[in-house]
């Protein structure tokens, strides 16, 4: 298959044929439709983080095609995103419903002495995130994916493994935002955006949004739908104007 390869930091991805193992146990080979270029990405292609070379991208969606011997989650045809969260799914804090604090990430993974999913040259190739959705194909634990509706679009879905939970998450999961509560959201990319979404969803009374870009303000108010009150102020030299700030924020 044809895959995005990060062979030296800094210098870029190159197309190049890259062989995937056949599924096993818990695997499911994905056919990759839709992948995310997320900034981490870049960091990982330009920073001695991973090791090289790499098959990044962790915002991906697509369709199984196939489905390892003990998959019991996904079904071949299901239409998927996968999670940059890695969750063994047994462990104490996975079913306690912290799955991101799970002490077992490994176990999504192939061990050390196993045969690499992806392999160029008779090598190894690096997994990022243990998704690799720079790809025609990707493998992935099944506790890294989830099946979404058919109707939903693949470019969109594949923001669901990172933005969408990293910007909404935060909000919903992390300071855990009630109705009525107010909140000030700085930057308005890809996270920033989901934080707002989230805010919606949680019902705040007053979303202030600050960001330099007078396009990602635009974009937030979309984000915004209208129905909520949502104010934006464009930060100049790092401060926003006291409007931002009047009656003060919850979160």
């Known amino acids: ?63 199984a095609a196939e489905v390892g011997p003990d998959v019991t989650q996904v079904h ?27 002490q077992h990430p490994e176990a999504t993974l192939r061990r050390p ?24 194909q990707a493998l992935v634990h099944e506790q890294q994916l989830a099946v979404v509706p058919k109707a939903m679009p693949f470019a969109q879905a594949a923001l669901l493994g990172c933005g969408v939970v990293t910007g909404a998450g935060a ?20 996270v920033g955006l989901n934080a707002v979404g989230g805010a919606r969803i949680a019902g705040a009374s007053r979303i202030v949004v600050i960001d330099i870009q007078p396009q990602r303000l635009d974009a937030a108010r979309r984000f915004g739908d209208g129905r909520h009150p949502l104010h934006q102020e464009q930060a100049g030299r790092g401060r926003a104007r006291p409007s931002a700030r009047r009656g003060g924020s919850r979160f």
């Open 1 to 63: 298959m044809k895959a995005l390869v990060v062979n030296a930091l800094g210098r870029g991805f190159d197309v190049e044929d890259v062989e995937i193992a056949p599924p096993r146990g818990r695997e499911v080979l994905v056919d990759v439709q839709a992948s995310g270029l997320c900034h981490t990405d870049l960091v990982f292609a330009t920073h001695d983080i991973a090791p090289t070379p790499s098959v990044l991208g962790h915002e991906v969606a697509g369709i």
């Open 113 to 136: 002495d196993d045969a690499p999913r992806l392999i160029r040259g008779g090598i190894g190739v690096f997994q990022g995130f243990g998704l690799g959705g720079f790809a025609e």
């Open 171 to 190: 909000v919903l999961n992390t300071v855990n935002v009630r109705p009525g509560d107010s909140v000030v959201i700085f930057g308005a990319g890809g």
């Open 76 to 102: 071949v045809g299901d239409h998927v995103v996968g999670s940059l969260a890695q969750a063994c799914g047994g462990c104490l804090r996975c079913l306690s419903g912290r799955p991101f604090q799970c």
